[in-house]
């Protein structure tokens, strides 16, 4: 199983940046989904997380401002971050608790992360 994360990049205080996070490989089904993101000198911080129903839970620095989605079909997990402050650069990583083949328990993947940088 891989995670292929995308989308980050330079944007200007008050951008927009919509990340993407696909599983490929050997998947049954994608249970959780997250986004984490780690500053430099800092702790990796969990952003947001999506349940299998759809159900949402967000950091209390991202509520209103970010938005995370999933596409079952697609195996791909969405973070729609508006409103960008130079607070929100760090290395946005994707994590997914998803089960590999019928019967067997779930287990813990995560992307290889993608840079988000916001300066003017």
């Known amino acids: 199983v891989q995670l292929q994360a995308s989308g980050g990049g330079l944007v200007q205080p008050g951008g927009s940046l919509r990340l993407s996070c696909t599983a490929s490989?050997?998947?049954?089904?994608?249970?959780?989904l997250s986004w984490y993101r780690q500053a430099p000198g800092k702790q990796r911080e969990l952003v947001a997380t999506?349940?299998?129903?759809?159900?949402?839970n967000y950091a209390d620095s991202a509520k209103g401002r970010f938005a995370i989605s999933r596409d079952n079909a697609k195996n791909t997990v969405y973070l729609q971050m508006n409103s960008l402050k130079p607070e929100d650069t760090a290395v946005y990583y994707c994590?997914?608790?998803?089960?590999?083949?019928?019967?067997?328990?779930?287990?813990?993947?995560w992307g290889q992360g993608t840079l988000v940088t916001v300066s003017s």
């Open positions: 999506i349940t299998s129903g759809s159900g949402t």
């Open positions: 994590y997914a608790d998803l089960v590999i083949r019928i019967g067997n328990p779930s287990a813990n993947f």
């Open positions: 490989g050997l998947i049954f089904s994608i249970n959780t």
